[in-house]
Nanobody, 122 residues
Framework: VQLQASGGGLVQAGGSLRVACVAS????????LGWFRQAPGKEREFVGV???????YYKESVQGRFAISRDNAKKTVYLQMNSLKPEDTAVYYC?????????????????WGQGTLVTVSS
């Protein structure tokens, strides 16, 4: 499976941005899909996940501002980011893991995209 992220850019604080990640190969509907980010000088961290069931879970600091969705027909997962803050500045990565329906992990992903940079100016 190859993942290609896109949609990053520069946005002012309070603004919105949607990043997308398109998969090629594999059976997309069988994957749990996660979003992670890595800010300058910091370790990569979990942002959110969308399960095979469609359920979503988020890091507390983005809860209510970010939303993950998936389109299995288009093999695409989206991360909608609203009310962006300067501390959201990071390279955002999508990731995929083949799981059973009842398993929705936040780590241990097998496939990673190349990342897309999101910069939020104050």
């Amino acid at each position: 499976v190859q993942l290609q992220a896109s949609g990053g850019g520069l946005v002012q604080a309070g603004g919105s941005l949607r990043v997308a990640c398109v998969a090629s190969g594999g059976q997309f509907s069988r994957y749990t899909l996660g979003w992670f980010r890595q800010a300058p000088g910091k370790e990569r961290e979990f942002v959110g996940v969308i399960c095979r069931s469609g359920d979503t879970y988020y890091k507390e600091s983005v809860q209510g501002r970010f939303a993950i969705s998936r389109d299995n027909a288009k093999k695409t997962v989206y991360l909608q980011m609203n009310s962006l803050k300067p501390e959201d500045t990071a390279v955002y990565y999508c990731a995929a893991k083949n799981t059973i329906v009842t398993h929705c992990p936040i780590d241990g992903y097998d496939y990673w995209g190349q990342g897309t940079l999101v910069t939020v100016s104050s």
